[in-house]
């Protein structure tokens, strides 16, 4: 669980961050997990990240593609956040305070 690194789980009343935030940021850094890891390693149960997959795939924040028999899926960093009070925030620049690095940048042939 993501949580292990500090040795204790924190109340579960709160979070400052979200269900879908841990799920995008996870699958920021892990393009071609399942959804079962990404439960097991999250603390939700697989139904739960199934549907906030869902929702990301639905408002377009994330784009799935097949590979193989596994999914591998890209995040969209320029779209907004969705509440209203930051929507002049992009999701790279929530993802980027969560420990993305971005993407990988090509280097430009001349």
């Known amino acids: 669980m993501v ?3 500090w040795g204790r789980k924190p109340s579960s009343r709160w ?7 841990l799920v995008l940021a996870y699958i920021a850094r892990h393009k071609r997990t399942t959804a079962l890891e990404l439960a097991n390693e999250i603390g ?9 997959i869902a929702d990301l ?7 799935k593609e097949r590979e193989g028999r596994r ?5 969209v960093p320029d779209l907004p956040l969705r509440n209203p009070l930051h929507e002049e925030a992009e999701i790279g620049t929530l ?16």
């Open 3 to 5: 949580f292990r690194r």
């Open 15 to 21: 979070a400052f961050v979200t269900n879908h935030a």
């Open 44 to 52: 939700i149960t697989e139904r739960a990240t199934r549907k906030i």
């Open 57 to 63: 795939l639905e408002e377009g924040y994330i784009i």
């Open 71 to 75: 999914n591998r899926y890209d995040i």
């Open 95 to 110: 993802l980027r305070v969560l420990g993305w690095r971005g993407r990988k940048r090509r280097e430009a042939r001349g």
